[in-house]
Every structure is written in structure tokens, then in C-alpha cells.
T-cell receptor
Framework: AQSVTQLDSQVPVFEEAPVELRCNYSSSVSVYLFWYVQYPNQGLQLLLKYLSGSTLVKGINGFEAEFNKSQTSFHLRKPSVHISDTAEYFCAVTQRDSGGYQKVTFGIGTKLQVIP | SQTIHQWPATLVQPVGSPLSLECTVEGTSNPNLYWYRQAAGRGLQLLFYSVGIGQISSEVPQNLSASRPQDRQFILSSKKLLLSDSGFYLC??????????FGPGTRLTVT
């Protein structure tokens, strides 16, 4: 069974400072990895995804994440945060398989609070 | 382009009353459909998923049920709500094993 661990439930950071949100996963097979963002009282929006190829993935709003297979991690980073980045961020994983339905497992989320 | 709708946006219901939340998807065919519940501090909990009309899989045994009467319609129901059913309910769809696309959600408060 696959699982996702987001080590920090809340991360406060000053505006224009860099941020890293941590995500570790466990799975017995190869996986696809995702980061979603949720603004208050809204649904989730895909931020970026890793399917294959380059381990450094760039997403929307200046975010990027790096897939590290040996450490089973997929940490999210941004070099300089804005007030508008205040939101909750979810890491997710699904198994890489040929066709068919695959269940996505989400982490419990990390609340990023950008301080002016 | 594809869009996903959920209604109502907010709902306040007394304990013991029935529930019906609706989700519809436009612009795609035969999507996988999902119902999640999001409670404070607990992340997303997958409740039901469906790979086709009439095909429902339940992830968590509880007093909720789901139905898919049409290809792009997914309904979450309950005969009698509990206080613990309060939360933010999200519907999502996917076509590939890749990302899911989420609706705007329904905030349910059971009083």
C-alpha cells in the first residue's frame, strides 16, 4: 500500500523568503507524484506533477519540486513567496501502472502562512 | 474545456435529516469520479469512487452512500446525518491515472 507523509502541518514564512514544504512517500512500485494547492473554501488545484523524465519539475506560480527516488521524497520549493501563496498544500501519489483505475493517496496537507 | 460543478455550495442540516449532494462534469466522457471529505486537520479522505455508471466503490464504511445515475453525474447521499458528517465535501474527476480535477466543494454543517 502507498502512503504519503507531509512532515509539517503548518509553515510560517516571511514574504519574499524561500520556502520548502516536505513530502515523503512509500510505495512498493513506481509512482506518479503531485502537489495540489487549496485556497480557503475552494477545491484543490494542481500545482505540478512528476510522471517521468527530469526529476526537477516546474509548476505554476513559480513553484518547483524535485523527485528523489533514493530518499522517496518530493519536496516543494519556491525561492521567494508572496502573500498570495498563503494556502494549504497537498502532496499526492498514485501508482504507475498500465491503464485501469489507480487510487490517489493524499497527504494531510501543509498550511503555508506568508507573513507580511 | 472540462468543468465540474457541485451544489449546493453550503448546507446546514439538523442531525437525522437526509442529505443529497450533487456533482456534474462537463466536457469529458466516461470519467472516473470521486467523493472526498475534508475535515479540519485530517486532510482528504476518499469516500467513494466510480469508474462507470452504476459502479461504486466505497472506501470507508459509514452512513453515506453514492450513486452514479449518469456518466457525468455523481451523487452523495445519506438517510440520516450524524454530527460527524460535518465537513467540506469535494468531488473530483480524472481520465488518466494522472491528476484529478476538483470541484469547488460543499461546506456541510450538521447541527
Amino acid at each position: 500500500a502507498q502512503s504519503v507523509t507531509q512532515l509539517d502541518s503548518q509553515v510560517p514564512v516571511f514574504e519574499e523568503a524561500p520556502v520548502e514544504l516536505r513530502c515523503n512517500y512509500s510505495s512498493s512500485v513506481s509512482v506518479y507524484l503531485f502537489w495540489y494547492v487549496q485556497y480557503p473554501n475552494q477545491g484543490l488545484q494542481l500545482l505540478l506533477k512528476y510522471l517521468s523524465g527530469s526529476t526537477l519539475v516546474k509548476g505554476i506560480n513559480g513553484f518547483e519540486a524535485e523527485f528523489n527516488k533514493s530518499q522517496t521524497s518530493f519536496h516543494l520549493r519556491k525561492p521567494s513567496v508572496h502573500i498570495s501563496d498563503t494556502a494549504e498544500y497537498f502532496c499526492a501519489v498514485t501508482q504507475r501502472d498500465s491503464g485501469g483505475y489507480q487510487k490517489v493517496t493524499f497527504g494531510i496537507g501543509t498550511k503555508l502562512q506568508v507573513i507580511p | 474545456s472540462q468543468t465540474i460543478h457541485q451544489w449546493p455550495a453550503t448546507l446546514v442540516q439538523p442531525v437525522g435529516s437526509p442529505l443529497s449532494l450533487e456533482c456534474t462534469v462537463e466536457g469529458t466522457s466516461n470519467p472516473n469520479l470521486y467523493w472526498y471529505r475534508q475535515a479540519a486537520g485530517r486532510g482528504l479522505q476518499l469516500l467513494f469512487y466510480s469508474v462507470g455508471i452504476g459502479q461504486i466503490s466505497s472506501e470507508v464504511p459509514q452512513n453515506l452512500s453514492a450513486s452514479r445515475p449518469q456518466d457525468r453525474q455523481f451523487i452523495l447521499s445519506s438517510k440520516k446525518l450524524l454530527l460527524s458528517d460535518s465537513g467540506f465535501y469535494l468531488c473530483a474527476w480524472s481520465i488518466t491515472p494522472y491528476e484529478q480535477y476538483f470541484g469547488p466543494g460543499t461546506r456541510l454543517t450538521v447541527t
